[in-house]
């Protein structure tokens, strides 16, 4: 199993930067990829980017595409999003998974640990 604790959420206006970290310990060498997920008051949870460990392949959705960045620290066990020009839309509670992810990297059914989550408010 692997923990994954995550930090960096917080209230920001619309426009700001926030950074999203979550570092993973425990059994972290079954873990292919990690990703973030975040989920609204009401609405499902949605996959935002995933992030391949070994060789840092990156897919991100179309709602964030160019506006957020997935990374990761092999040395720290950490990966990172980076969210810039944040919008109200954006607001969620985001949580970073850990998974082999064998098939669709955008199912959460794909990822076996999660971590507690973290607020992101974004004010208009």
């Known amino acids: 199993q692997v923990q994954l604790v995550e930090s960096g959420g917080g209230l920001v206006q619309t426009g700001g930067s926030l950074r999203l970290a979550c570092v993973a310990s425990?059994?972290?060498?079954?873990?292919?990829?990690m990703a973030w997920f975040r989920q609204s008051l009401g609405k499902e949870r949605e996959f935002v980017a995933v992030?391949?460990?070994?060789?840092?392949?990156?897919y991100y959705a179309d709602s964030v595409k160019g506006r957020f960045t997935i990374s990761r620290d092999n040395a720290k066990n950490t990966v990172y999003l980076q969210m810039n020009s944040l919008k109200p839309e954006d607001t969620a509670v985001y949580y970073c998974?850990?998974?082999?992810?064998?098939?669709?990297?955008?199912?959460?059914?794909?990822?076996?640990?999660w971590g507690q989550g973290t607020q992101v408010t974004v004010s208009s």
């Open positions: 992030i391949s460990w070994r060789i840092g392949i990156t």
């Open positions: 425990g059994r972290t060498i079954n873990r292919s990829a």
């Open positions: 998974a850990a998974g082999r992810v064998a098939g669709p990297h955008y199912s959460d059914s794909e990822y076996d640990d």
